[in-house]
């Protein structure tokens, strides 16, 4: 199945008739794929760690009776696990592992833990993965438009026959076979999605910094600065996934712009760093690293996120949407 592309027309939701679904963890994917699912009609159990835990109320308010992350697995015939990864393992092993139906699924919205050995499934169960690519809020807008996002699925264990017709009814429901799946290894989603975050996200992110420090530094306006650091590149990014990044750069940019991208764009991405990070992220070194941060409490990562909120970068932000609006 890697690299096959599944579609909306060939997948049915059938295999989920008569079965339960609990959703595990009610945040930033887990409810906006569970409103999703409900709506294809899929019958669902939300399981949430505790009633004090402020998703307990959003699902009640949502409309859901949501109970322990135990009882829902055992009441279920999928369980597809919703939460953050660092304390998976944790959960996984105090309230899923030992209530886990004989022959049903288990299924993943990443494959960090399974692929790193944090979490073994038993052998009795089937193990799969559907991921859909965008953020959850994302996921369910594009469901209400009648459209979807890019999903990744993968099938680890196939104990009952029917696991990739499961993980594929799973994907149909919140919408990402309107658009079309991928099959992929637990592996390829994985360490694909961190690098791309490191490279990808990371690489962007910086590169508008960059360019905004860059320009203030000059003698710029900040808020001149900041409509060219990240504005100019929003108004151009969904032209260039529609149409494709050479037709834009040949046919819908200016001829300035296209000698700028072809010329001097290359000098600004080092191609050895971007093979170092790619190499590091498939040994685990990654994985290792986040995991050792996650253990210590994150303290690197709560000084950064002081380091740029105090920004100049972020300030000017703040100002521009109050000034200049969204458009």
Same mark, same amino acid.
């Given at each position: 199945m890697e690299n096959q592309i599944f579609l909306d027309d060939a997948v049915s939701l059938d295999v989920l008739k008569n079965k339960k679904v609990a959703i595990i963890g009610y945040g930033i994917q887990g409810r906006p794929q569970a409103l999703c699912m409900r709506d294809s009609g899929v019958d669902l159990v939300i399981g949430i760690g505790s009633e004090t835990r402020p998703s307990w109320q959003a699902a009640i308010d949502d409309g859901f009776t949501p109970v322990s992350i135990a009882e829902a697995t055992a009441a279920a015939d999928l369980v597809y696990i919703l939460l953050a990864d660092p304390p998976q393992p944790a959960i996984y092993y105090d309230s899923i592992h030992d209530n886990l139906k004989p022959n049903s699924t288990l299924a993943f919205c990443h494959g960090f833990n399974v692929l790193y050995g944090a979490i073994k499934p038993p052998k009795n169960v089937n193990v799969v993965l559907f991921v859909p690519n965008g953020p959850g809020h994302t996921v369910r807008q594009k469901y209400l438009d009648g459209s979807g996002i890019y999903g990744a699925i993968s099938v680890e264990q196939d104990v009952t026959g029917n696991a990739l017709d499961m993980v594929l009814a799973l994907a149909?429901?919140? #919408?990402?076979?309107?658009? #079309?799946?991928?099959g992929v290894t637990f592996q390829q989603e994985t360490e694909g999605d961190n690098f791309e975050e490191q490279v990808l996200y #990371?690489? &962007?992110?910086?590169?508008?910094?960059?360019?905004?420090?860059?320009m203030? !530094? #000059?003698? =710029?306006?900040?808020?001149? !600065? =900041? !409509?060219? !650091?990240i504005r100019s590149l929003r108004t151009v990014v969904d032209v260039m996934d529609e149409i494709g990044i050479e037709e834009y750069i040949s046919n819908r940019s200016s001829r300035t712009c296209e000698f700028a991208v072809r010329t001097n764009g290359p000098r600004v &991405? %080092? =191609?050895d760093? &971007?093979? %170092?990070i790619f190499d590091e992220t498939e040994r685990g070194e990654f994985a290792a690293r986040w995991m050792q941060e996650w253990e210590l409490g994150m303290p690197r990562l709560h000084r950064m996120r002081r380091t740029g909120a105090e920004s100049l970068m972020e300030q000017t932000g703040a100002e521009w949407r109050e000034k200049f609006g969204e458009g």
């Open positions: 149909k429901s919140v #919408g990402s076979l309107r658009v #079309g799946s991928v #990371g690489g &962007v992110i910086h590169l508008m910094k960059a360019t905004f420090d860059t203030v !530094a #000059g003698g =710029y306006p900040p808020h001149f !600065a =900041y !409509a060219k !650091a &991405v %080092n =191609y760093e &971007v093979q %170092n």
